[in-house]
């Protein structure tokens, strides 16, 4: 393996040059340094940039090193296109668009066919790679593959997964022009969720699927859970929320909020599937479900406690839906983001009954 050492650039020409970029709310002054490093074998000089991108689920600048070379202009024959601000920011657009939709395919054919790995590790795995790959898209995977969890009952074909991936695309689109949502648990599964009852609509008065999906009076919750698999649902969304909570908090530079709860899922259920598979549904809906909540914005959820109350908060929110929606994609992502929300007006209604009852007690005693 080469060695490779960094020599002092001019700041002039490869110093902290600045550059103009779009982002979601326009345009914006982007900071790059880059950095000239030299092969000592093979004396090839090369350069490094170290600049940020604005993730797109609570639209945080994360760092990001990368190579030097950028895209301005596209030359065919003869014929020359200059990226400008606002054609970067239509490629942006069809490359989200492009990867929900391939994501979508990707987790719906490793979940429902060859290699039929489980809805939670099939979208995990999928993002993960788009994560390594391509981390400013790593939102839209998460769209694409959260709408892939659905199952083939939801889903019956190709042709309809290719209906439901439209609308998630169209769907997340607005969420991102309007800011719907910006720094909720459970952003991305409302998105697929609302997509997800959009398409079951269609589904359904075309026939193609049974109304029975939305749920069966006859099948509720005694007749659907037990104790035990309850209980490991909530404690795991509860743990893997607080776990990735502690992570984003105390890393010490920020970090994609969809990196750590997807990898912490991927992880723990490749070392929980070959031991535990009789609860391995119940608790894989509750690892999802925690991993949703943990890429709220740290501004909503400024501690580990707050993370792991969400958390809990969330696993029993999805208990209560769990008999309904069933095989529909967004609905641990939808269950993220009732017990999200539900936490934060329940923290918001303790912390004002605490400050009435400190001012009631000091004005008590001043008097």
């Not at 490779?4 to 110093?15: L, M």
């Not at 090193?65 to 601000?85: A, K, M, Y």
């Not at 459970?186 to 109304?211: E, H, K, Q, Y």
């Amino acid at each position: 393996m080469a060695e490779v050492e960094e020599e002092d650039v001019d700041e002039e020409s490869f110093g902290a040059s600045q550059l103009r970029d779009g982002d979601r709310g326009g345009e914006k002054e982007e900071q790059r340094t880059v950095h000239r490093f030299k092969d000592r074998v093979s004396g090839k000089e090369y350069d490094l940039v170290i600049d940020d991108y604005i993730e797109d689920h609570n639209y945080d600048k994360i760092p990001h090193i990368h190579g030097s070379s950028r895209l301005d202009q596209i030359e065919v024959f003869h014929w020359r296109f200059t990226i400008t601000p606002h054609r970067r920011m239509i490629l942006r657009n069809l490359a989200d668009a492009f990867t929900v939709i391939s994501s979508c395919f990707l987790t719906f054919s490793i979940s429902n066919h060859e290699p039929f790995l489980s809805a939670v590790i099939s979208q995990a795995v999928v993002i993960t790679m788009v994560l390594v790959a391509f981390p400013e898209l790593s939102a839209a995977s998460a769209v694409g593959a959260f709408a892939g969890m659905a199952s083939s009952a939801a889903v019956i074909d190709y042709g309809w997964l290719c209906l439901l991936s439209i609308i998630v695309s169209i769907v997340w689109f607005i969420y991102n022009y309007y800011e719907l949502l910006v720094g909720f648990g459970g952003r991305i599964g409302t998105c697929v969720f609302a997509s997800m009852n959009i398409f079951s609509l269609i589904a359904m008065a075309s026939g193609a699927v049974p109304w029975s999906l939305y749920g069966d009076a006859k099948v509720l919750w005694s007749q659907q859970l037990d104790s035990t698999a309850a209980i490991l649902c909530v404690v795991a969304a509860t743990l893997l929320s607080g776990i990735s909570g502690a992570i984003r908090l105390h890393c010490g530079v920020p970090l994609n909020p969809i990196q750590v709860p997807t990898l912490l899922v991927l992880s723990s259920m490749l070392i929980l599937e070959p031991a535990t598979a009789s609860q391995l549904k119940q608790i894989g809906n509750g690892l999802a479900t925690g991993s949703f909540v943990a890429m709220a914005s740290t501004q909503h959820l400024p501690t580990i406690l707050d993370f792991g109350g969400a958390g809990f908060v969330a696993g029993l929110f999805f208990l209560l839906i769990d008999p309904f929606f069933n095989g529909f994609g967004g609905k641990d992502g939808f269950a993220a983001f009732g017990g999200f929300t539900t936490y934060m007006v329940l923290s918001k209604l303790a912390s004002r009954f605490y400050l009435r009852s400190h001012q009631t007690t000091a004005s008590e005693g001043s008097r």
